[in-house]
């Protein structure tokens, strides 16, 4: 399979008597080495990228892995992993995990991970907080830091307007969608994915992946969101990179589905990994198999206190 620009994924658990973070779960594809190391470990309030997360109850980008805080720099570097972030994500005001998503550029090859924010004490529009971008990014870097980006206008806006994961096929093509396209073009940039993040104050954040169609976000994507009756799962959205674009066919997962990851996801408000996606029952296995994917990741989208909607991403 070809490379992606997300390359890996793990959940972090809060322990029994709060005092640690364990490792929950995991997708980590070949690179072997830096899961055995992650599985191993735990971490306190401020320790490491999870620590930091946890501590400061807000998501947590690192653009580097060199000078900071984290602390499998070159086991990550090995793996083709050069910038990560750390969401933590919250319930009636209770830490449920921390989810760390690694990201890893690929030379000649765009990619782009970033975190804005919104703080009504400061501003009414979202603005960057940090990025991490590729070799030939320069322009695109340059102009995201000077962007405010009112509710509901472009990528970020959008999320955050609509309290749900947005994705795009074609930023280029979507100036109306993506405020900075003519850049993101002469980037490399095609596919963007945008989704709402946790904080512990009143504040909103939302990470953006953007890559482009040599180096896709995953090899597939979708989002599944709970029917009026709250009796299953139903996907409206799937984009996949091998087959071609969006597909159209109707999906349904009954929520007592209990080996599903994303009912799983969906009814604890935690992310759940399955290294092993073709065991998912329903239409995620079929879709695993078909592109051959290493893991499923499934991100529980919180929104007003309530888990609106599962984003899977299969690696």
């Not at 104050?201 to 953007?210: C, G, M, Q, W």
Request: with cysteine.
């Amino acid at each position: 399979m070809s490379a992606t620009f997300i390359k890996a994924a793990e959940v972090w658990i809060p322990s029994a008597d709060g005092t640690l973070l364990e490792f929950g779960c995991g997708g980590f594809g070949p690179a072997r080495s830096f899961a055995t190391i992650s599985r191993s470990m735990c971490f306190g309030r401020g320790e490491g990228l999870p620590g930091r997360a946890w501590e400061e109850g807000r998501p947590v980008l690192l653009r580097q892995f060199e000078g900071s805080i984290f602390q499998r720099t070159a086991a990550a570097r090995t793996a083709g992993m050069d910038c990560a972030i750390a969401l933590p994500l919250y319930l009636h005001d209770r830490l449920t995990s921390v989810l760390v998503v690694f990201c890893g550029h690929v030379p000649g090859q765009a990619g782009a991970l970033e975190l804005w924010h919104h703080d009504p004490r400061i501003t009414t529009d979202m603005t960057l907080v940090d990025g991490a971008y590729g070799p030939g990014a320069q322009a695109f870097e340059a102009i995201s830091q000077e962007t405010y980006l009112p509710r509901g206008v472009g990528l970020p806006g959008l999320a955050w307007q609509r309290g749900e994961a947005v994705f795009v096929e074609d930023l280029p093509a979507a100036p109306g969608r993506f405020l900075r396209s003519e850049e993101a073009a002469a980037a490399g940039l095609l596919r963007g994915l945008a989704i709402p993040a946790g904080s512990r104050l009143a504040d909103r954040h939302v990470v953006a992946f953007l890559a482009s169609a040599r180096l896709p976000l995953a090899h597939r994507i979708e989002r599944w969101v709970p029917d009026a009756a709250q009796a299953e799962l139903r996907r409206v959205e799937a984009f996949s990179e091998l087959h071609g674009g969006r597909s159209s066919g109707i999906a349904q997962l009954p929520l007592s589905s209990a080996g599903s990851s994303l009912v799983k996801a969906l009814q604890r408000g935690v992310p759940v990994i399955n290294d092993f996606p073709a065991d998912e029952p329903g239409s995620p296995a079929a879709a695993a198999v078909g592109i051959g994917a290493t893991a499923l990741v499934a991100i529980p989208v919180v929104w007003e206190d309530a888990v609106v909607e599962v984003v899977a991403l299969y690696l």
